[in-house]
C-alpha cells in the first residue's frame, strides 16, 4: 500500500492565513490614517448605541454652550444700559439735593432734559439689530417719543411706551432655561413719571427754576425726591436681577466645560485608536504576512524530487 502525499490541504491554509493577515494590516492601516477604531457602526457594533447616545449628549451640550454665549453678550449690555439709568437717577436727585440746599435752580431745567435724553437713548438702546428693553418688537422704539416736550404732552407715562410684554426663555441645560430681556416700561417707568412731573411743573406756572428757588418750587422738589428715590432703587435691583442672570449663565458654562471634558474623553476611549498600539499591531501583521508568504512560496517550489 502506498501513502499519498500531497501538499495541497497545506498550500490552502497559508494562503487563508495570508489572506487574512492582509485583512489584518488593511484594517491596521486604516486606524493608524484615521485615527479611529472603526469607520463604520457596525465594526464597533457592541459599543455603537452607547457611542450615540454619548454624541448626542455632547451635540446637546454644545448647544447649551452656544446658547449661553450668546446670552452673555445680551446680558453684558444689559448691565452697561441698566447701569447707565441707574446712573442718570441717581445725578438727577443728587441735582435736586443740591438745589434745594443751595436754594438755587439754576441750570435744573437743563439737567432735567439731559436726564430725560439719556434715558430716552437708553430705552431705545439697541443691541445686534433688536431693541434691548422692546421685549420681542423689533419694528419700532420701545419709547414712542423723542423730546421732553413730547413727555409733558403725554396723557400718561404709560401711553410713551410700545414694547411688548413678551420675554424669550433660552435653555442653557437641562430643565433649565434663563428668561431674558428687561421691559422698557418697567425699567422706565418711575423714573419718566418724576422727569414727567419735574418738566411739567417747570413748564407750568411755577416755574421755570431759576437761579433762586422759590417757596413752591423747593416744596415741589423736596416732594419729589421720595420717587425719585423709590425709581433708583427699582433700578438698582434691576441690576441686580440682571447680575444673578450673568452668575447663573457662568456657573451653566464651567457645568457644560466640565462635562465636555468627560464626555469627550468617554467617546475618545470607544472611537479612537491608540496609534503607539496600532502601529506596533501593524509591524507585528506585516513580519506574519512576510512570514506566510515566504512559507507559501517554499512550499510551492517543494516536489517529490526533493526527496529522490
Request: aromatic share 4%.
Amino acid at each position: 500500500m502506498v501513502t499519498r502525499i500531497g501538499s495541497f490541504s497545506q498550500s490552502q491554509a497559508l494562503l487563508l492565513e495570508l489572506t487574512r493577515q492582509n485583512a489584518k494590516i488593511f484594517r491596521t492601516q486604516e486606524q493608524v490614517a484615521t485615527g479611529k477604531v472603526a469607520n463604520s457602526f457596525n465594526d464597533i457594533a457592541a459599543d455603537a448605541g452607547v457611542l450615540l447616545t454619548a454624541k448626542k449628549v455632547e451635540t446637546r451640550t454644545v448647544q447649551f454652550q452656544n446658547n449661553i454665549t450668546e446670552l452673555n453678550a445680551r446680558v453684558d449690555v444689559q448691565e452697561i444700559q441698566l447701569t447707565r439709568i441707574e446712573t442718570v437717577a441717581a445725578e438727577l436727585r443728587q441735582d435736586i439735593l443740591n438745589a434745594i440746599s443751595l436754594e438755587s435752580g439754576a441750570a435744573l431745567t437743563e439737567k432735567i432734559e439731559s436726564a430725560f435724553q439719556q434715558v430716552l437713548n437708553t430705552l431705545n438702546a439697541q443691541f445686534d439689530d433688536r431693541y434691548v428693553f422692546g421685549g420681542t418688537r423689533s419694528d419700532q422704539p420701545p419709547v414712542n417719543i423723542s423730546t421732553i416736550a413730547d413727555l409733558v404732552a403725554a396723557p400718561t407715562v404709560d401711553s410713551v411706551f410700545d414694547n411688548n410684554q413678551l420675554r424669550q426663555a433660552v435653555p442653557i441645560d437641562e430643565g433649565q432655561s434663563i428668561t431674558v430681556g428687561f421691559l422698557a416700561d418697567a425699567v422706565g417707568r418711575d423714573l419718566l413719571q418724576v422727569i414727567k412731573d419735574l418738566a411739567t411743573f417747570d413748564a407750568g406756572a411755577g416755574g421755570p427754576f431759576g437761579d433762586s428757588l422759590t417757596p413752591a418750587q423747593r416744596s415741589f422738589l423736596e416732594g419729589q425726591l421720595p420717587a425719585l428715590s423709590s425709581a433708583h432703587e427699582a433700578l438698582i435691583n434691576q441690576t441686580a436681577s440682571n447680575g444673578l442672570l450673568s452668575n447663573q449663565l457662568d456657573a451653566a458654562r464651567d457645568r457644560h466645560e466640565n462635562a465636555l471634558i468627560s464626555l469627550r474623553q468617554f467617546i475618545s476611549d470607544i472611537e479612537d485608536v491608540d496609534l503607539a498600539e496600532a502601529v506596533t499591531r501593524l509591524n507585528q501583521d506585516q513580519v506574519a504576512v512576510q512570514a506566510s508568504a515566504r512559507i507559501l512560496a517554499d512550499l510551492s517550489n517543494l516536489t517529490l524530487l526533493n526527496f529522490i
